[in-house]
């Protein structure tokens, strides 16, 4: 093979591995997260007692954040493993990130104050950071935290005087204040939501005198509803509200400032006043953003409209037993194989998850650290051949017959991929992909397009997670052990616009899965075309 082309598909595949690997907020992570918040909680309590020995005293404030920290900390790690949500995670973010660098500041000390101690408080925070080799979160990540929330109220039509309230279908966390509901409303807008932040907005501003105390300016919510206002084409509504706000502040600059841009714009503006949007109003929507929203809400309700076409029991020639599958589409051909693993097996699998997450960078040591895109995903390479991962040679052996796809290399020719293990945390939105590559382009060029996908449930999940085809109109549950199969090609080996898919936000829980990609050329003569 060409050097060039090689070159040119070694660089391919880091980038892509570069996009998917990602931080916050994925159960692997937060746990991390957990684990060292509670570490240097407990180095704190030990160097305050050492201090107060010494006479030095710490302010009421510091001691009570300790005690509110280690109380959040205990029933975040109560909760991750089977009810994770949303809600928890926005909360030990905002935590980590705001409370955290003020406790900080308050623990710091002037190097040039003759009585600083030699080591103070910030140095206790910032020295477990570093000897815990944990990526601290940042603002993005309370960003997109607060984005998950909004994408779970939206994507499952929730009540959103619930989520205010802290509850999430059987899961419940403590209301959401006012500055955090300002929070959600400004990311929302921030990442072009504003749809979803006009409703938030206008629920803290109906409500903003019952929610209590709050940091941000009474002036600074109306100009930002004002502004999200003026970009759906509200621009009378705009005004009317800057205006109103004015009679009780009439020497707020900043808002008759504003109110005079958007002024200047109303005559060139010839947009109809809107009519409040409806909880019904499609128009922000398209057409396949409908159709997914619409089957993993019908996943919710129980009403999976999956079609059963076949369901039979495949006997395993060098593995004991049968195993169940169930056909629920011909075209393109998607299979529920069930009991693939066992819970021993997955749980082992779920262990290698570090080693997965993490050699991708002890590969690149140059790369110092990696940017995230999405942090609501975690995600690795997991291959047969690495010593570390001494189950997977058997799973793939056993998908082989289960499937009769080729998997391991022939003539030198790759088969399929190496399996992909992501660890995805509650609120993120897949947007609907295809697997296989565009015609013209492979990124192995002896073996082929991605023929087939295969994807092990490695977890189960409470609430959401489902996998939806929306052309297919078709949503497939998922079940820990299990794997669904579907083609990505046509017959004649060009990719099928019907294999597009995606899955649903989790709501409650964390979803582990693992994904192999099965290509095209060594599958000759593996499965037999079927009879037109």
């Not at 009317?240 to 200047?264: C, H």
């Not at 793939?396 to 293990?421: G, I, N, W």
Request: net charge neutral.
């Amino acid at each position: 093979m060409n050097f060039s082309k090689v070159l040119v598909v070694f660089i391919n595949s880091y980038w892509i591995q570069l996009g998917l690997c990602k931080f916050y907020s994925s159960s692997f992570e937060i746990s991390k997260l957990l684990e060292t918040e509670n570490k240097i909680l407990q180095k704190l309590n030990v160097y305050f007692e050492r201090q107060e020995k010494k006479g030095v005293t710490f302010d009421n404030n510091v001691k009570k954040f300790v005690n509110y920290a280690e109380i959040e900390n205990n029933h975040t790690r109560e909760i991750i493993s089977t009810t994770e949500n949303p809600l928890a995670v926005f909360y030990l973010l905002s935590r980590a990130v705001n409370k955290w660098s003020e406790l900080t500041k308050n623990l710091s000390c002037n190097e040039e104050h003759e009585e600083c101690p030699i080591l103070t408080g910030a140095d206790i925070i910032n020295v477990n950071k570093r000897r815990e080799a944990s990526e601290w979160p940042t603002e993005a990540e309370v960003k997109e935290a607060a984005k998950a929330i909004v994408n779970v109220w939206t994507v499952y039509d929730l009540d959103l005087e619930n989520i205010i309230n802290g509850i999430l279908e059987e899961v419940t966390e403590r209301p959401l204040l006012a500055d955090e509901i300002f929070a959600i409303a400004n990311a929302a807008r921030d990442s072009g939501m504003t749809y979803e932040a006009i409703t938030w907005y206008e629920y803290l501003l109906h409500r903003l005198e019952s929610t209590g105390s709050y940091t941000f300016k009474t002036s600074s919510l109306y100009r930002r509803l004002a502004l999200t206002y003026k970009e759906n084409g509200m621009l009378s509504r705009a005004i009317e509200l800057l205006q109103n706000y004015l009679k009780i502040d009439s020497g707020d600059t900043s808002v008759a400032r504003d109110l005079d841009f958007l002024k200047q714009g109303s005559s060139k503006d010839n947009v109809k006043e809107l009519v409040r949007f409806a909880a019904n109003d499609t128009s922000r929507l398209t057409r396949s953003r409908q159709k997914f929203e619409e089957l993993c809400r019908s996943s919710m309700k129980g009403t999976n409209n999956s079609r059963h076409l076949h369901c039979s029991l495949f006997p395993l020639y060098n593995w004991y037993g049968q195993v169940k599958v169930e056909t629920i589409s011909k075209r393109p051909e998607i299979q529920i194989l069930y009991d693939v693993l066992s819970l021993n097996e997955t749980d082992k699998i779920i262990s290698y998850g570090e080693k997965a997450f993490t050699q991708f960078y002890q590969m690149f040591p140059f790369k110092t650290k990696p940017t995230a895109l999405d942090h609501r995903l975690k995600s690795g390479p997991m291959c047969e051949w690495n010593p570390h991962y001494p189950l997977m040679i058997n799973l793939t052996r056993r998908l082989e017959q289960m499937t009769r796809y080729h998997m391991f290399p022939a003539s030198d020719v790759t088969s399929s991929e190496c399996y992909t293990m992501t660890n995805e945390g509650p609120g993120l939105i897949h947007n609907p992909v295809l697997d296989s590559w565009p015609k013209g382009h492979h990124t192995y060029p002896f073996a082929g397009n991605r023929l087939a996908t295969i994807m092990l449930q490695l977890s189960d999940v409470k609430y959401g997670g489902s996998v939806v085809f929306p052309k297919l109109n078709l949503t497939v549950p998922v079940h820990k052990g299990s794997a669904v199969v579907w083609r990505n090609l046509k017959e004649d080996g060009t990719p099928s616009a019907r294999a597009l898919h995606s899955s649903c936000p989790v709501m409650i829980g964390s979803r582990w899965a693992l994904y192999k990609h099965i290509l095209y050329n060594n599958q000759v003569f593996r499965r037999p075309c079927e009879a037109k």
